[in-house]
Structures are given as structure tokens and as C-alpha cells.
């Protein structure tokens, strides 16, 4: 983690070097509403950083809005308009499309994929481990997810690296190694009515489009064809709710479990005590749940979700006015001392652990929380399984974004088991 406490929380570039926890410490303690100016000029925001506030201002939809985007980049109106998500709507219009997605999100459905997920695990981590020093991010944290996502939603295997990249150049926008067009250092307004002002939204729109037509005139038994059936009320998506839905899946439906396991594969390599506590251990012991919120707390991918004020409110002194842009920094809130006993310190035993990862707290929690958990478990049963020993071999590299927290590349050694 990097510890100067006063790098600039507004810049990409800061993140490269891992999470600021000094800076969010220091927020934390002296400034838990901290106003930050922009450093690119935008119009500024309130840096909320302390767990109880953030749970506070989450739980209030009614004054702290998602509807004006939920990213720091301002948009107008038709921007909005054009590109919202159901993660960039208030209650209760949030609720409806909600409870739509939730028939295919569940507890109970997605417990139904462990077997599928298991036989996806299985079989990346035997790819993968026909070499003894592979990049995990590349050959196992990347591989998995979309490769499962793709299932559930019910898109074509082979259309699975395709979908990835496309994610990649989306929420990773920011990132040179992962698109041309980053969002800080060329002109995108030619792309500001497409999913993160990317020209991979329009290609990811004219492909949900034909996932989109394809159903309509045949179910294919599949979650996009129970996305596209009306609810009880008659109540269907629309299909720029559908294309929206999905290029956020894509996105964040890939990305963020990615970096959960990612970060999880990077302290199994660096605490061997923690490799020692799960080894051997049987499937359905119950460390496995707790390591695996543990892991998701530390990893914490999504770095904050912006509302924006209806009305003025009072917090710790300082007045939020309302139009202000206010940003919930949940990763903040899972090193929060005043909730978590050594909040850097990784204890797979750790219960409760209420942690933030998954925005709870208020109507946004994440959606494909289940499905996320399962596949961070049942990846690092099957990693661990195989192997004896792991190694970390270089310095491992971060995403060049103030959005999203991870890993992008790490380089491990294995001694694989007898």
C-alpha cells in the first residue's frame, strides 16, 4: 500500500502504486468530509471516508442521489439520460428494474452454478498450472469470471475473450494497457452518449442488441431471456435498460471479481501462514466463508460510488450543499479502524465482517454479490488443491485508475502438489 498521506486522491495515476491507505487514514482521522478540489478542473466533491458515515449517507437515497451518475465525471443531462445503468437510479424506479435483474442475481439461483463454476475452475487452474510461473491475473483471475458470466447470462463461449477485452477497455478506461482511447489523455467526446465514453460501448451495445433479438423471437432458457420477460405487473426492460444492463455486467461483472481474486492469489503468495490455514481443508468447512469476505474486504475492488446532494446536510461541521458531488469511498471504509480490529492485516478467521465491498447499506448493493463470492471460494479450492507452494516472482503492477482497485498483473511460482 502506499503510504505518503497527502498524494492526490483525484488522479489515476496515484493508484499505480497501490492503495493510499496513509492519505485515507489521515482523511479518516483529521477530515472524514473532506472537500477535494479536482485536479483536472472538475467542480470538486466531499471525500467521505469513514465507515459510519458512508453507511449513513448509503442508506439515504432520497438526499444522496445516484441519478446524476455514480462516477466522479460530470455528464449533462442527455449524457445521463443516454447511459444509465440501473446502478444510476434512485429508488423507486431503481427498485423495479431491481427486482427484474434480482430474479437472475439470488442467493438461491446462483448456488445452483457451483458445479458449473467448479468444472470452469478446474478447468483454468489445470491450464494454467501446466507452466510453473504464469501470471495469475492473465491465466486465472481474468480467465474465470467472464468465462462463468458468459454461462449465467447465456452468451457463446467463444465470444468470451472478445466480451473481456471489451470490459477491460470500458471500466479499465483509464488505463493505457487496456484501451487507446483513456479517458484523461484524448478528446472521447465523440463516445459520450456509450457506456464509460468508450468506443468498445458502442460495440458492446450493437452485440446486447443481438442477444437482445435473438430471444425475442426464441427463449433460449437462459438469464437474458428471463431478463427480457415481463414481471408479475407486465413490466419489461426496455432495450436500452437491456443494453445498458449488460455492458455493466460485462464491466463489472468481470472486473471487480477479477481483482478479488487477484488480491486474494497475492497474499496467499506473500503469508504463507495463510496458504498453511487452508490447506487441506474441505470444501464445506467454515473458514472458507470467512477467508473468502476477508480476501473480498481487503481486495475491496470498487474504490467509491459519487451521489449527489438534493439538499444541504450537516456532517461533522461542514454543510454539503445540495447539487455537490459527494464521494463514498467504501474502500476507505473497509480499513476504518473504528469498525475493524488491524484493518491491514488479513485474518481469514475475521467474523463478523461487515465489510463494503459490496456497497451495502442501501438500495445499490451489488448485485452479483452471490455470484462474486462463489467464484473467489471455489477458484482458490481449486488452486489451492493443486499446489504445494506459492511464490511471488516480480513486482506485482495496479490499474491505473481512481474508480477501480486491482492488480493487473502478478507473476507467481508453484510448486505443484504430489
Known amino acids: 500500500m502506499n503510504q505518503d498521506a497527502y498524494v492526490d486522491i483525484t488522479s489515476h495515476d496515484t493508484f499505480t502504486s497501490g492503495f493510499p491507505s496513509a492519505t485515507f487514514k489521515r482523511l479518516r482521522d483529521e477530515d472524514p468530509c473532506a472537500w477535494v478540489e479536482e485536479s483536472d478542473g472538475g467542480k470538486g466533491f466531499w471525500a467521505i471516508t469513514r465507515y459510519e458515515d458512508i453507511k449513513e449517507l448509503n442508506r439515504q437515497p432520497h438526499i444522496f442521489s445516484s441519478a446524476k451518475g455514480i462516477r466522479l465525471e460530470e455528464q449533462t443531462e442527455e449524457e445521463y439520460m443516454a447511459r444509465r445503468t440501473f446502478q444510476e437510479t434512485d429508488p423507486p424506479e431503481h427498485t423495479r428494474q431491481r427486482m427484474i435483474l434480482h430474479r437472475a442475481f439470488s442467493q438461491k439461483m446462483i448456488a445452483k452454478y457451483e458445479d458449473l463454476v467448479r468444472e470452469l475452475a478446474i478447468d483454468v487452474c489445470e491450464t494454467a498450472l501446466q507452466n510453473n510461473e504464469i501470471d495469475v491475473v492473465k491465466q486465472i483471475a481474468r480467465k474465470l469470471p467472464m468465462r462463468m458470466l458468459g454461462r449465467v447470462l447465456g452468451t457463446p463461449d467463444e465470444d468470451g475473450a472478445w466480451l473481456v477485452d471489451k470490459g477491460d477497455e470500458l471500466i479499465a478506461n483509464s488505463d493505457p494497457d487496456f484501451t487507446n482511447h483513456v479517458i484523461d489523455k484524448v478528446n472521447t467526446d465523440e463516445y459520450r452518449f456509450m457506456p464509460f465514453r468508450s468506443p468498445a460501448g458502442k460495440e458492446i451495445y450493437d452485440y446486447a442488441k443481438q442477444q437482445m433479438v435473438q430471444r425475442l423471437h426464441t427463449n433460449m432458457d437462459d438469464v437474458l431471456s428471463l431478463l427480457l420477460e415481463p414481471n408479475k405487473d407486465g413490466e419489461r426492460l426496455s432495450e436500452l435498460e437491456f443494453k445498458n444492463f449488460f455492458a455493466l455486467a460485462v464491466a463489472a461483472g468481470n472486473d471487480t471479481t477479477r481483482y478479488s481474486l487477484a488480491m486474494s492469489m497475492y497474499h496467499l503468495c506473500n503469508q504463507p501462514q495463510l496458504f498453511a490455514q487452508l490447506k487441506d481443508k474441505a470444501n464445506d468447512d467454515p473458514i472458507w466463508d470467512t477467508a473468502v469476505e476477508e480476501f473480498i474486504r481487503y481486495a475491496a475492488p470498487t474504490l467509491h460510488f459519487r451521489r ?27 480499513f476504518d479502524e473504528r469498525q475493524f480490529e488491524s484493518p491491514e492485516t488479513v485474518n481469514i478467521t475475521r467474523s463478523p465482517n461487515q465489510h463494503m465491498a459490496f456497497g451495502q447499506g442501501g438500495p445499490h448493493a451489488c448485485l452479483g454479490m ?19 507452494a506459492m511464490q511471488q516472482l516480480a513486482p506485482e503492477k495496479y490499474l491505473r485508475s481512481n474508480f477501480i482497485r486491482g492488480i493487473k498483473s502478478l507473476m507467481v511460482g508453484f510448486k505443484l502438489a504430489a
Open 370 to 388: 452471490w455470484l462474486a463470492r462463489l467464484e473467489v471460494r471455489v477458484t482458490l479450492q481449486e488452486l489451492i488443491r493443486r499446489v504445494d
Open 308 to 334: 449527489t446532494a438534493l439538499a444541504d446536510y450537516e456532517l461533522h461541521g461542514k454543510t454539503i450543499k445540495a447539487g455537490d458531488k459527494v464521494l463514498l469511498w467504501f474502500t476507505s471504509g473497509n
